[in-house]
Nanobody
Framework: QVLLVESGGGLVQPGGSLRLSCSGS????????IAWFRQAPGKEREGISC????????YIAESVKGRFVISRDTVKNMVYLQMNSLKPEDTATYHC????????????????WGQGTQVTVSS
């Protein structure tokens, strides 16, 4: 059973930074394409970033390019999302997810995801 758990969210001022973490239970994250997506109330789900399995490429949405970076730690079985220069419009619940084959570059095709972690950007 695929179980993903996100952590690291919180309240941060505009311009601040957060690092979100995604842990996997019962499986090896590096064997999967892993994405981050976010959803805010009243808005559509938005794919933010994806990193390919086993050293595959990373992809990032235009809306966060230059501010967010996805990475893996294969020893710790974790995937991270470093978020810098946060803006109020980044406020959302962030989820990590496994991704269906060949969907990583399109930031779509989310298969399984965790409960999410809330990020609130406000002064």
């Amino acid at each position: 059973q695929v179980l993903l758990v996100e952590s690291g969210g919180g309240l941060v001022q505009p311009g601040g930074s957060l690092r979100l973490s995604c842990s996997g239970s019962g499986f090896t994250l590096d064997d999967y394409d892993i994405a981050w997506f976010r959803q805010a109330p009243g808005k559509e789900r938005e794919g933010i970033s994806c990193i390919g399995a086993n050293g595959g490429n990373a992809y990032i949405a235009e809306s966060v390019k230059g501010r967010f970076v996805i990475s893996r730690d294969t020893v710790k079985n974790m995937v991270y999302l470093q978020m810098n220069s946060l803006k109020p419009e980044d406020t959302a619940t962030y989820h990590c997810a496994t991704v269906a084959p060949l969907h990583c570059p399109y930031l779509k095709g989310f298969a399984s995801w965790g409960q999410g972690t809330q990020v609130t950007v406000s002064s």
